[in-house]
């Protein structure tokens, strides 16, 4: 569901603790009201989904660096718990300001029925309705940090004060880098070419020119008249990643390819993030038809540009959790296409286990067992840390499109009456729409496709399936791994599982120290596919 570095940011801006859920209440009680104001040095309207978080004082100073809290925003692995409150501005003028009903559409609950005391709070007008996606980012309005007393005599005021920043691609913290990646940075940026592909399919289905971006990064000793051609990786990123934090893995791939860590091979990094949420590569009724749009225009363009291999044994796929999902959808929905992909942690390939849901039980419900007993959705070191239901309705408040759950549904959904995705599952209660799922199964899910047309897939598929996935996975994707294993395994096909003992969803690639170990080892099992006579060997990485 997340790449491997932008997921933990993005984790912490959905407020995913367990046990909580959204409450409307109708309680006959006074409810907690606020003021929020555009702040005096912002001159134009502004519009958006306006968010309050609020968090108990004395907690948050406990956990905050030297005792300063800069910032209030809902955190599932921290000691604190932060409350949310949304409503929608159309329109907020320089000088005036809007009333928020901090009861109306709340996480885990109205405030009226927060515990009397002093709380942290935080106001954010989230001006291009991604914070589901991304959290707070460029272009939101954000407050300063109030302390305030619930329940308040009269409405608590925030002002607007200050618009944040855009930043470059590349202007990322030298911490995320290794000594290699730091090393070779420069060169990085030259290396790395900015794509910017305006689809006609794409722009035919939504009737305004649509961008296909990302970066395709060439080898050290790339020389554009050479006769020799390089092996392609296609990768993508996470839920939550973008063509900015794609640049980061731009930066770790060279550094490696210049210190012989991983072979010489263009990679073309793939943003898949979409207003939509992520739009995985598959042609949809919803997000239109991105799978056409990169195997018969952005490829054929690319393969004109670049000296790639353009035979299928030159051409891989790899990406993590939803990135993984989409590499696995494309290998298998274009297996003449691709020469293999290495698809680590993807998202539910099977949906008799939707990260431990079985979507085609009986009257199947996501948020309950049978039992009464809540599904989980996130774990770490043992422990549960979210709910399915948690996830679910935390993400209503923060955004009603763009979360991991209504992402799903603009690719997975049939469209309804209204032009907007079917509902997989009712967001009140967890009931899952039968119709849904069915059509679901039908058109994604893949061990399902798979396994009702493997006569006429077996040819061009065999063998090029790899998978890795932990068995601690922070998501619970191993169980779908398991599953769409078993049915490859039931079909006679080659394919290749591994599942990591004790591995999670953010720590799989690291092997001893070095954190990429695993996308290195695969870089190497992918060029002999492409180079299967070369001497070329793989160079112990370096001690951080």
């Avoid at 979210?386 to 979360?403: D, H, N, Q, T, W």
């Avoid at 309804?416 to 039908?442: H, K, L, N, S």
Wanted: glycine share 10%; with cysteine.
């Amino acid at each position: 569901m997340r790449d491997m570095h932008r997921a933990v940011a993005i984790l912490l801006a959905c407020g995913l603790f367990a046990g909580v859920a959204l409450a409307r209440t109708d309680a006959p009680v006074a409810h907690s009201q606020f003021h929020v104001q555009l702040g005096s040095t912002l001159t134009q309207p502004a519009s958006g989904r306006l968010l309050l978080f609020a968090t108990d004082a004395k907690a948050a100073i406990a956990a905050a660096k030297d005792g300063k809290v800069e910032e209030v925003d809902a955190n599932p692995f921290g000691a604190t718990q932060a409350s949310v409150a949304a409503r929608e501005v159309s329109r907020l003028v320089p000088g005036q300001g809007v009333d928020i009903d901090a009861d109306a559409l709340a996480y885990p609950a109205g405030w009226s029925q927060l515990p009397p005391g002093d709380y942290f709070v935080q106001a954010v007008l989230d001006s291009n309705h991604d914070y589901s996606y991304g959290g707070r980012g460029a272009g939101d309005l954000v407050s300063e940090v109030v302390k305030v007393h619930l329940p308040a005599a009269t409405p608590p005021s925030l002002s607007l004060d200050r618009v944040l920043p855009a930043h470059e691609p590349w202007d990322l913290p030298m911490r995320y880098f290794s000594d290699t990646t730091r090393k070779h940075l420069d060169e990085a940026r030259r290396a790395a070419q900015p794509l910017d592909f305006v689809s006609p399919a794409l722009s035919a289905f939504w009737g305004r020119p649509i961008h296909m971006r990302g970066w395709v990064l060439l080898p050290p000793g790339y020389d554009r008249g050479a006769k020799q051609t390089w092996p392609v990786v296609y990768s993508t990123h996470g839920y939550g990643g973008s063509a900015a934090s794609l640049a980061g893995s731009a930066a770790m791939v060279y550094g490696a390819m210049a210190e012989h860590q991983m072979p010489p091979m263009i990679w073309v990094f793939l943003d898949q993030s979409s207003a939509t949420g992520t739009h995985e590569f598959a042609d949809s009724v919803n997000n239109g038809p991105w799978g056409r749009a990169l195997t018969t225009e952005l490829i054929p363009q690319l393969e004109s540009r670049y000296r790639m291999d353009a035979r299928p044994s030159g051409r891989f796929l790899t990406g993590h959790s939803s990135g993984g999902w989409a590499t696995l959808w494309l290998q298998t929905r274009y297996p003449q296409v691709f020469g293999g992909t290495w698809s680590t942690s993807p998202d539910p390939s099977d949906f008799h286990d939707f990260t431990g849901v079985d979507l085609y039980a009986p009257n199947a419900n996501v948020y309950r067992r049978a039992d009464g007993s809540a599904y989980p959705l996130v774990r770490d070191k043992g422990k549960v840390q979210a709910s399915f239901e948690a996830f679910a309705k935390l993400e209503r408040v923060l955004g009603e499109y763009g979360g991991q759950m209504a992402s799903f549904e603009w690719v997975f959904s049939p469209r309804g009456a209204d032009g907007r995705p079917m509902p997989m599952f009712d967001r009140d209660t967890g009931a899952v729409d039968p119709a849904v799922v069915a059509y679901w199964r039908d058109h994604y899910d893949i061990a399902h496709l798979v396994q009702v047309n493997w006569p006429g897939l077996k040819a061009d598929l065999d063998g090029k399936v790899h998978v890795v996935v932990g068995t601690a996975d922070t998501f619970y994707l191993d169980g779908a791994a398991h599953k769409f294993k078993a049915v490859l395994d039931g079909l006679g096909a080659k394919s290749d599982f591994r599942f990591l003992p004790g591995k999670t969803h953010f720590d799989l690639y690291a092997q001893g120290k070095d954190r990429q170990g695993l996308l290195k080892q695969m870089a190497w099992e992918m060029y002999a596919v492409a180079r299967p006579d070369s001497k070329l060997k793989r160079r112990a990485a370096a001690a951080p």
